[in-house]
């Protein structure tokens, strides 16, 4: 069974960086992609990032609202992709999902993890 | 500019039929796209892709009543004999090779 469970959301203050990870499982991580998509309270979802696998170069792609300020990697050894967030904005405010990809679709989504920026 | 326009909310009855509609942008009608359902407060679930000339294929434990179909650059996703679960935000998302792209979700009410 894919398992995807996001961590270290939390309360931050603007300005600051906030790195989460999101540990998997059920399937073989080297051989996907990996997404980061969020959502603010009470709107849509928002594609924020993904990495590809190994096999096409694990290179990024990101969406312009967090270019320059937010990065992915992946750790094929331990099965974990992570978002590192900076200069966060209290615009950044969301349940951020970490997702399992399957040929471009958001198909296996974790629990998501919270984060505030707020002062 | 790959972008999907959804209406932003449906109703129907219990045990009725809805269906939902997901717009592609002109010069994207040949997309792909993929259909997810986020019942209240909790995480998004896929539930299918489908193909610009309405063959589809659900994930895992998808029951039958949901069905998808296409024209031009609308995508549609059908529910038969609605349930009180059936009330949920439903999302379409496609993608390009450097590109996610969500469209804004449709709220459904089962009454």
């Known amino acids: 069974e894919v398992e995807l469970v996001e961590s270290g959301g939390g309360l931050v203050q603007p300005g600051r960086s906030l790195r989460l990870s999101c540990i998997t499982s059920?399937?073989?991580?080297?051989?996907?992609?990996m997404t980061w998509v969020r959502q603010a309270p009470g709107k849509g979802l928002e594609w924020l990032s993904f990495i590809r696998n190994k096999a096409y170069g694990g290179t990024t792609e990101y969406a312009a609202s967090v270019k320059g300020r937010f990065t992915v990697s992946r750790d094929d050894s331990k099965s974990i992709v992570y978002l590192q967030m900076n200069s966060l904005k209290t615009e950044d405010t969301a349940m951020y999902y970490c997702?399992?990809?399957?040929?471009?679709?958001?198909?296996?989504w974790g629990q998501g993890t919270l984060v505030t920026v707020s002062s | 500019q790959l972008v999907l326009t959804q209406s932003p909310s449906a109703s129907a009855s219990l045990g009725a039929s809805v269906k939902l509609t997901c717009t592609l942008t002109s010069g994207h009608s040949n997309y792909a796209i993929a259909w997810l359902q986020q019942q209240p407060d909790k995480g998004p679930r896929y539930l299918m892709k489908l193909n610009s000339d309405g063959s589809h294929s659900k994930g895992d434990g998808i029951p039958d009543r949901f069905s998808g179909s296409s024209s031009g650059a609308e995508r549609y996703l059908t529910i038969s004999s609605l349930q009180s679960e059936d009330e949920a935000d439903y999302y379409c998302?496609?993608?390009?090779?450097?590109?996610?792209?969500f469209g804004g979700g449709t709220k459904l009410t089962v009454l």
């Open positions: 997702v399992r990809e399957g040929g471009g679709i958001t198909m296996f």
């Open positions: 059920g399937f073989r991580f080297g051989d996907f992609a």
């Open positions: 998302q496609a993608w390009g090779t450097d590109i996610r792209v």
